[in-house]
């Protein structure tokens, strides 16, 4: 018998083989000149993104296998890689002025496009060990990055924190799967179904099994309730542009493979894991709202939003009808616009102000900066689900879903969720336009979160407008501008959203 060596699609592989040969590059740049080294490393870095972009594009409605079937080229997996490039891109110039990053911009740009890569091979798999392997090539990055600053307890805290609850969380799955694959006997995505239906395991409690935890592993990641606790810990002590990274990107990356996992595999035990999801999808909803009413920190008050957020987009996943899938995508594309515009002037204002993340930090910012104040505000709307921007359509197109998927409870939720979520969202806005500017009281101690010694006393910044700045406050007013266009003329992007959702092959 001869060998033959498998067939190696260069095209389709195109944008991983970019990220991997890019990420090497960008880490070799890194030892230049430290004056000179952030800019090389943060233009090489925007190139690999552009290239990767590019060539995803290039790659739309291919749907093709790859790998022998690892992995999984369509245009659902292009659209998800998409928004996790963008939210790369969006991080670069973030971290130009980041002090976790002053020493080391090299390296943590390197983690960066590795964090991509793993999620945009998370976004692509279709099969149990190709799965695995991406979610830690996308996960163990971002445990180092959350922990960078490390002058800062709270930032080491939130890299150990998740490197625990990650943990814990990977190793949940990895045993959920374990279950599934003895199960089936294969660790492909419609191999997997296949064996399920045809041995009549739908029921099994070895499935069950598997497939509980399979929903706490992969719930850990996307922030859903009542696997959240590490979130707001985790999104406040990480240095911003990270937080601003993972917040969308690893949603959206893991919600992908959610999909292909549950509404290809585990297809045949939809009657089992729907009303499951569901019920997890309103906890959040309620949990995320209800726990950001409080906050004055905006990167926890954030975070508990994405846990409410998190919650509206399982509903897409829950209800396994095409429009519900066409909903996800979506909103998952709404919710990368709105959220790194809000992520991108908290990062301007810790860095100008001695509050840090703290809401004082916005407050008088109409009058004083409004090319912040309204990027802000559209954010804050378009969150809330506001007329006139993509986080309304997104809603009205997931509760639209759901009444169709025989889950109107679920849309009235959303509705619930939403008017809770008014109060604090506005609460913000009352900050920026009917507040004055906070005075620092005399002797008050700098937060740690601004990047200063936490035993700095706190005095007047001068908010710097040189180009650094720009490079920032430039592509926060087009996300933000994206937002309202989207949510005035969505069918560009409703039209993206639905040919990503057909290309799953789902039928009505």
Known sequence: MSFQAPDIDYAGLSPVIALTAGLCVVL?????????????????AIVVLATAAGLLIWQWGANKDLVEGALRLDDLAIAISLMVVTAAAFAV????????????HGDILAL???????MVLLAQAQNLISLFVSLELLSVPLYVMCGAALRRASS???????????????????????FIYGASGSTDFAAIARGIADRGLAEDPLVLIGIALAVTGLAFKVSLAPFHQWTPDVYEGAPTPVTAFMSVATKAAAFCVFVRLFEVALEPSVDTWQPALAAVAVVSMLIGNIGALGQDSLKRLLGYSGVAQGGYIAVGLVVAIQNGLESLVFYLAAYTLMNLAAFAVITIRERDTPFGDDIRAVEGLGGERPELAWPLTISMLALAGLPGTTGFIGK???????????????????VVGTMISLAYYLRVLAAVWMRPAATPVAGEKAPAIAGGAPEADVVAVTPPRGTRCMLIIVPTIVVA?????????????VDWASEAGESLGLVL
Not at 28 to 44: C, I, P, T
Not at 487 to 493: A, F, S
């Open 28 to 44: 070799l740049a890194g030892l230049v000149g430290r004056e000179r080294q952030r800019w090389v490393v943060s233009g090489l």
């Open 93 to 104: 110039p973030l971290l130009l002025r980041e002090p976790a990053a002053e020493e080391r």
């Open 112 to 118: 960066l496009l590795c964090s991509t890569l793993g």
């Open 396 to 414: 009205l197109f997931l509760i639209e879903a759901a009444v169709e998927g025989d889950y109107t409870w679920l849309g009235v939720a959303i």
């Open 481 to 493: 501008a994206a937002t309202v266009v989207f949510g005035i003329y969505p069918d560009p992007l």
């Open 156 to 178: 080491l805290e939130s890299g150990l924190k998740y490197l625990i609850v990650g943990s814990v969380g990977s190793a949940t799955l990895l045993y959920g799967l374990a």
